[in-house]
């Protein structure tokens, strides 16, 4: 009897200290941000887009200039139309930009092929601003992106 009983109090012991017991509610798989950016996806009504690694680089003049990348895995293509920050409409590069399967569009960097600019947002570095994203197809995505400032790897992003 003593036997079942130490048995029975090391088995639920070791559920509570692993966090095992807590499935898939636990915190350490509740995880989405694994990089300096946020990441987000539409995954509905045969849409795919996920966007990796979003961030805002504040600039001297007080706009931000937006960093990262955006995927399209699905068959049909999609349209970026526009990018709003903390409430304010992006200027992009394009008045609409085309997200064709395998065919990302990278915002800054040595790859990049889109420009976001938002004008007098004024935000500050280490702060979190709501960037909201319009398609054609998926609709609306919103991911709330941490603003860095103008310096170390970022000192060349301009806007």
Same mark, same amino acid.
């Given at each position: 009897?003593?036997?079942?009983?130490?048995?029975? *109090?090391?088995?639920?012991?070791?559920?509570?200290?692993?966090?095992?017991?807590?499935?898939?509610?636990? =915190?350490?798989a509740m995880i989405t941000q694994v990089t300096d950016g946020v990441e987000g996806s539409i995954n509905t009504n045969g849409n795919d887009i996920k966007v990796r690694g979003l961030l805002l680089v504040s600039q001297p003049d007080g706009s931000a200039v937006l960093i990262g990348s955006m995927f399209n895995n699905a068959i049909s293509g999609d349209n970026l139309l526009a990018i709003a920050a903390g409430g304010i409409l992006a200027?992009?590069?394009?008045?609409?930009? =085309?997200?064709?399967?395998?065919? =990302? *569009?990278?915002?800054?960097?040595?790859?990049?092929?889109?420009?976001?600019?938002?004008p007098d947002i004024n935000a500050a570095a280490g702060s979190r601003v709501q960037v909201k994203f319009f398609f054609s197809r998926a609709g609306e995505m919103t991911l709330d992106a941490i603003v860095h400032e103008q310096s170390g790897i970022y000192a060349g992003v301009t806007a």
């Open positions: 009897m003593r036997i079942i009983a130490v048995t029975t *109090l090391s088995v639920s012991l070791a559920f509570a200290l692993t966090a095992c017991g807590a499935g898939n509610d636990a =915190p350490t200027t992009l590069s394009e008045t609409s930009l =085309p997200l064709i399967q395998n065919q =990302p *569009l990278h915002f800054a960097g040595e790859s990049a092929n889109a420009k976001a600019v938002i």
